[in-house]
């Protein structure tokens, strides 16, 4: 039987800022299905990668100093390393400047065109550089100064160029179809409404190219015009799958995206793709946005939230953690310090980590460092069913709508029951009562420690794997398969170690 496939992506990021804390939280959101879904047994293609055309770039590049390509190529490698040094699985890091993509845009804008979606005209309009977005005089609002902004707060200028259109406005009904048909195309609820009024509220037809500058791909036919970067850069989801040669992977299950960019992928992408008569995503899931101790964060503020600083501060599982802990996926999130602190003291070290500690060493000190033997009652069956398949199947079925903090909180609650269970239980005062007895205790622990783990390992891949090899499971047996076995009692155990460090403020 051949695996089902998954096909998960996150955007392609803007390579003229250092990565933040908005860049590393979708990637991990897409690690985490990516990697679930592979333990789950599913044939997983994981993209991200970076967008290096349009104006933004080629302006950025020019006050360096350096060419576009001289620029792209530094501040793409960055993200690249983000991704290897916070432990994301991506099978394919995509550049838009790459020849693949390329021509995977240029075939997109000709289908388009045969088909009679393109037309010649003349934009005259408001742009936002920043944005890379085209807005309606009645979306503006005005600065402290004067100026016209976009609604994100970005400036806008005035346009006035020859530009090619893509006939957006032709394509409302059957939006409205899709968003109707597909209930679940647009996540969350709330999301999907807003767009759903913005498509009736009507749709202009979209300027899908530029003329005074060149830094983008060309135009098939009229190598005046470059392909407006939103185009260039929502095609890179085709280009990874091989498009147009055979793409078998088309289309992708799942595009996860910040809010603020959710409009290009609900309205614009599936219009351009039901244009070029190409099969559309399974789902976009739009996530909120995070502040920083209440406060909007911004580069002139100064209170950008740098990833690295975090993985180094907490460490990288703890920050991992947390961020898909403390906030629902779908909703804004206020990143506080000191609930960072908690998450990492409570839950990971002293719920979780303790439970684990304080049983391994048990068993090292007093059963010869081997999985003890061991005579169940009901109770000592039901947490270790507790944390099986019932555990499992909620899991998925909450990760199935991005909803990380419930299920999160649904293996916390079994990591509860497991607490409870072993303060009653005492093993320590079963030492000198009954040793047998002591033994069953400690299996069981053990054994829910070996299934939550195990259910964990998308979220902390580093410190589950080393707490894997604590309980004895094999390295090669670590998908869900390995929830239907148990521990065979009498095999040895290594030295245990602490995996989930308390976070100890420094003496200031
Ligand atoms: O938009 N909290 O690239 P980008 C959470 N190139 N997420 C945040 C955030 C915050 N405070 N600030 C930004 C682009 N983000 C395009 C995408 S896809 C075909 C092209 C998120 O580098 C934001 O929502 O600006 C977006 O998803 C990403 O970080 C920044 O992307």
Redesign the pocket.
Same mark, same amino acid.
């Given at each position: 039987m051949t695996a089902p496939t998954y096909y998960v992506t996150t955007? +392609?990021?803007?390579v003229n800022?250092r990565p933040? +804390? =908005?860049?590393a939280?979708?990637t991990l959101a897409a690690d985490v299905m990516a990697r679930f879904k592979r333990l789950d047994g599913y044939d997983v293609y994981f993209l991200t990668g970076t967008?290096e055309h349009g104006q933004k770039i080629q302006r950025s590049a020019e006050s360096k100093g350096i060419t576009p390509q001289q620029f792209t190529d530094e501040v793409s490698a960055v993200f690249r390393a983000l991704a290897e040094d916070f432990n994301f699985s991506n099978n394919d890091f995509i550049r838009t400047t790459e020849t693949r993509h390329k021509l995977a845009c240029m075939e997109l804008w000709q289908r388009l065109e045969s088909a009679g979606h393109i037309y010649l005209d003349k934009y005259a309009g408001w742009y936002a550089v920043s944005d890379e977005a085209f807005y309606d005089e009645t979306e503006l609002k005005e600065g402290p100064d004067g100026t016209k902004l976009a609604p994100t707060g970005k400036p806008v200028e005035w346009v006035e160029e020859e530009s090619y259109f893509f006939r957006l406005s032709a394509f409302e009904d059957r939006l409205l179809d899709l968003y109707q048909n597909q209930p679940d195309f647009i996540l969350p609820k709330g999301r999907r409404n807003e767009v759903i009024s913005f498509v009736k509220g009507g749709l202009q037809d979209l300027s899908i190219s530029r003329t005074t500058f060149d830094w983008g791909v060309p135009v098939p036919g009229n190598e005046r015009h470059v392909m407006y970067v939103w185009l260039d850069?929502?095609t890179?989801y085709l280009t990874a799958t091989g498009w147009p040669d055979a793409a078998p992977r088309w289309p992708a299950d799942m595009h996860l995206? =910040?809010?603020? +960019?959710l409009r290009?992928h609900a309205i614009y992408w599936p219009a351009f793709l039901m244009g070029a008569d190409l099969p559309l995503p399974g789902r976009v899931f739009a996530? =909120?946005?995070?502040t920083n101790e209440g406060e909007k +964060?911004s580069k002139s503020l100064g209170n950008v939230i740098d990833p690295y600083e975090l993985k180094a501060t907490f460490g990288l599982d703890q920050t991992r953690y947390f961020l898909l802990r403390e906030v629902p996926f779908g909703n804004d999130g206020d990143f506080r310090r000191e609930a960072m602190v908690t998450r990492m003291n409570s839950d990971l070290a002293n719920n979780l980590g303790n439970l684990a500690q304080r049983s391994l060493s048990m068993i090292a000190k007093s059963l010869d460092g081997q999985v003890p033997e061991a005579t169940l009652t009901a109770e000592d069956e039901a947490l270790i069913s507790a944390a099986g398949a019932p555990l499992l199947n909620e899991v998925r079925g909450l990760l199935d709508v991005q909803s990380f903090n419930r299920a999160l909180e649904s293996v916390w609650a079994v990591i509860s029951e497991a607490n409870v269970y072993i303060d009653a239980q005492a093993p320590w005062t079963l030492k000198k009562t009954d040793p047998m007895r002591m033994a069953s205790v400690l299996y069981t622990v053990i054994e829910t420690v070996r299934r939550v783990t195990l259910i964990l390992q998308p979220v902390m891949p580093e410190s589950t794997a080393k707490l894997l090899d604590l309980v004895g499971q094999p390295t090669g047996k670590r998908d869900f398969n390995a929830l239907e076995h148990r521990l065979v009692p009498g095999t040895p155990l290594p030295k245990p170690e602490g995996v989930f460090p308390r976070y100890v403020e420094a003496d200031a």
């Open positions: 955007p +392609i990021y803007y800022d933040h +804390i =908005g860049h939280y979708t967008d850069a929502l890179n995206v =910040g809010k603020d +960019i290009f996530h =909120g946005w995070w +964060i």
